[in-house]
């Protein structure tokens, strides 16, 4: 594993922007950046993806001890939410993706950040820009990069011929995710729906959710986390609904930092884990404390011999805390890279390197692409 440097294309952001990925630059300097990229070897890449498989099949383990018993508190789910996520559970709901976000040198093996098994953060650019960058600057190369083919086939086990598709806001890194699923999902033989949030009404009679037309919504793809569905006024229609929802409620298990204790407690010193607690005594003074529900690094503080090293600030918090083992992330020409692998239908199939020369992987943090020896 190697950071190199080269020179971006002249036009990258027309390139880029021609791929429908608009949201390239924030005020404070490139998002994407392709003035460096990372490279693997084949048996790093085969290391990488093993790991991602294993933990997704940990993670699975592990959401299964916690309905069995009955550890909802323990990742901050309320009571209300829990007869649906069961029936979800029990269903065998169709997941389309995920993504680890995983520490790894090359050396050591990849440990476990965080599951982001919810909200597709960075898809776009994990599977369509850096795929394109890579067939220009090094067409001879290969990536870690099935991504976009496997979304396609995952559609195919939703199981309805029309899926709707929502998300809050006007983001255009919201808008532009939602049009490139909604465009996977038409390749697969579907029929897409845009519709607001704002316009999804409750039908009385099929006791589910509707259209602006009246039509059921029969399968629902929605950018918005389910902690936060479980708070809305219309959450209290959410465990009658027939709708199928993308991702399932049963994910909340899984996007959960909650969950890294019980994993942890479940499989002590596996190799793709760090030390993770409900406290911090444990961890003797140096640990990240991370809530159990955020995003983008909100509100994660990193202790190092009871000192603070590092903290972001935000919303997140109200259902508390878990505390892991420092991570080992690299330092690759002062930046700290964090390697996302996208889990796609319950497989690993791809790869998007977060970087930045602060411990905490944030929002504006860069996105550099990644290719194969």
Same mark, same amino acid.
């Given at each position: 594993?190697?950071?190199? $440097?080269?020179?971006?294309? @002249? ?24 003035? @460096? ?15 991602? !498989? ?8 592990? @959401? ?80 870690? !990069? ?37 465009? $996977? ?5 579907? $029929? ?47 465990? $009658? ?46 640990? @990240? ?22 903290? !972001? ?61």
């Amino acid at each position: 594993m190697r950071r190199l $440097t080269l020179t971006p294309r @002249a036009n990258w952001r027309q390139q880029v922007e021609a791929l429908g990925f608009t949201y390239h630059t924030h005020e404070t300097g490139p998002y994407w950046d392709e003035s @460096a990229y990372y490279e693997f070897s084949a048996a790093e890449i085969d290391i990488l993806e093993a790991a991602a !498989n294993t933990l997704h099949a940990l993670c699975i383990e592990a @959401a299964q001890a916690v309905i069995d018993r009955g550890w909802w508190s323990r990742l901050g789910i309320p009571e209300h939410a829990v007869p649906t996520i069961l029936a979800s559970w029990e269903r065998d709901d169709a997941s389309v993706y995920g993504r680890f976000d995983l520490a790894y040198d090359g050396m050591q093996p990849p440990k476990l950040l965080e599951y982001n098994a919810d909200t597709p953060t960075a898809l776009v650019e994990a599977a369509v820009v850096q795929w394109h960058w890579l067939r220009e600057r090094f067409p001879q190369a290969d990536q870690f !990069n099935s991504i976009h083919e496997r979304l396609i086939e995952a559609w195919r086990g939703v199981g309805s011929a029309r899926v709707h598709f929502t998300s809050v806001g006007d983001l255009p890194e919201d808008e532009q995710t939602v049009a490139y699923l909604m465009d $996977t999902c038409q390749q697969a033989g579907f $029929t897409p729906q845009w519709l607001a949030v704002e316009d999804i009404g409750w039908d009385l009679a099929t006791r589910g959710f509707a259209d602006v037309q009246g039509a059921p919504i029969e399968a629902l793809f929605k950018l918005y986390p389910w902690e936060w569905l479980w708070h809305e006024p219309f959450a209290e229609k959410l465990p $009658t609904a027939t709708t199928l929802f993308i991702e399932p409620p049963w994910k909340l298990l899984l996007s959960n930092k909650g969950l890294l204790p019980v994993l942890w407690e479940l499989f002590p010193d596996h190799p793709n884990l760090l030390p993770a607690y409900e406290t911090p005594e444990p961890l003797g003074g140096s640990y @990240a404390r991370k809530p159990k529900l955020s995003r983008e690094g909100a509100n994660v503080t990193l202790v190092e011999h009871g000192r603070t090293l590092e903290e !972001n600030s935000g919303d997140y918090g109200e259902e508390g805390y878990v505390y892991q083992a420092l991570a080992p992330i690299p330092v690759c020409n002062g930046n700290r890279p964090v390697l996302g692998v996208w889990v796609v239908n319950h497989e690993a199939c791809g790869l998007g390197i977060r970087e930045d020369t602060r411990r905490i992987t944030g929002n504006i943090s860069r996105f550099v692409p990644h290719r194969m020896t």
